[in-house]
């Protein structure tokens, strides 16, 4: 059974880590031909102003994300001590998460993934697996078998533009998956973390 989504995204207050990540991509859209100088100055200026993501998505909405190499596949098995990606790492287009008897928890909010799709397939086994993603980011959930542990999609349904859309397939297992935002905590520590970045 598929969780009840929240209301759309495009309402959200903006946080400086999404002004900041839409004005790198207007400035490797300007490196790479796409658009102007007097464009770039003209969508900067609006990115550094807007309040919520719907100020945001227009000024990138005809850009779309950069060509990458979805590179080599990552392979996360919990076991028994349990597996955590999280931080800065660089995103395959295809992901397996084993949950094992430890947990898995795959931490998408730090990364710099500019990949139009990943495939993600999970085994929740005994543990369970986690996935957290930023906002705006969207996942597609359909293709997996909610076992005896359960799916819980809790990510929201609009896309914004430049994003990924993470498809994940396979079986919650006993231990369940879950897919979904950032909480008011890691959002805080995503913001200090942000902060001590720009003071060095």
């Known amino acids: 059974m598929t969780a009840e989504r929240p209301n759309s995204v495009s309402r959200l207050r903006a946080s400086d880590a999404d002004r900041e990540a839409v004005v790198d991509q207007l400035r490797e859209a300007a490196a790479e031909g796409r658009i102007d100088l007097d464009e770039l100055d003209t969508r900067l200026g609006q990115a550094l102003v807007a309040k919520t993501y719907a100020e945001l998505a227009p000024l990138t909405a005809d850009l779309g994300p950069a060509p990458q190499d979805a590179g080599k596949p990552l392979v996360l098995k919990g076991g028994i001590h349990g597996a955590v990606r999280t931080g800065r790492w660089k995103v395959p287009g295809h992901i397996d998460v084993d949950g094992g008897m430890g947990g898995a928890k795959l931490d998408f909010t730090q990364t710099d993934c500019r990949l139009r799709e990943i495939e993600l397939e999970v085994n929740g086994q005994m543990g369970g697996v986690r996935i957290i993603i930023p906002a705006g980011w ?17 990510t929201r349904d609009e896309r914004l533009p430049g994003t990924p859309l993470i498809r994940v397939t396979g079986t ?13 905590w890691e959002r805080w520590k995503l913001r200090r973390a942000l902060r001590r970045s720009r003071s060095f």
């Open 138 to 154: 969207a996942a597609e959930t359909d293709e997996v078998d909610p076992g005896l542990g359960g799916l819980k999609d809790r």
């Open 172 to 184: 919650a297992g006993m231990g369940g998956v879950v897919i979904r935002h950032p909480n008011v």
